[in-house]
């Protein structure tokens, strides 16, 4: 696969505890992005934030939280990425998506 080198970067920021079907969602999203053939996925794990309630999610021990934020990036193609948004957003109910313009420098396997 070639990514184009004005490629686009897709940030979709959900709680750790969000489900689909008895699944964490981050994991759904990763499935669904492959299943798209999209270029590839990350999820991040957030040592602490907060999201539209203004609740604070944090790892302090202290402070223990059940529900950590997590990001799920992707880069691709603008017009992927808004179409895979199309098909993914009646799986997430709470949560904030992004794009942003991405230069893509390298895209490629070690083997």
């Known amino acids: 696969m070639v990514l184009p080198e004005d490629g686009c970067l897709l940030r979709i920021f959900i709680g750790e505890s969000e489900k689909v079907d008895g699944k964490p969602l981050y994991q759904r999203l990763v499935e669904e ?33 059940q529900d950590l934020p997590v990001i799920v990036e992707i880069v691709d193609a603008r017009e992927k ?9 009646s799986l997430i109910k709470g ?10 420098h390298f895209y490629r396997s070690n083997k």
């Open 33 to 65: 992005a492959r299943t798209s053939g999209l270029a590839g996925a990350t999820v991040w794990r957030g040592m602490m934030g907060y999201g539209a309630n203004s609740r604070i999610h944090t790892s302090k021990i202290l402070l223990l939280s």
């Open 81 to 89: 990425l808004e179409a895979f948004l199309e098909e993914i957003d």
């Open 95 to 104: 949560g904030l998506a992004t794009l942003e313009k991405a230069q893509v």
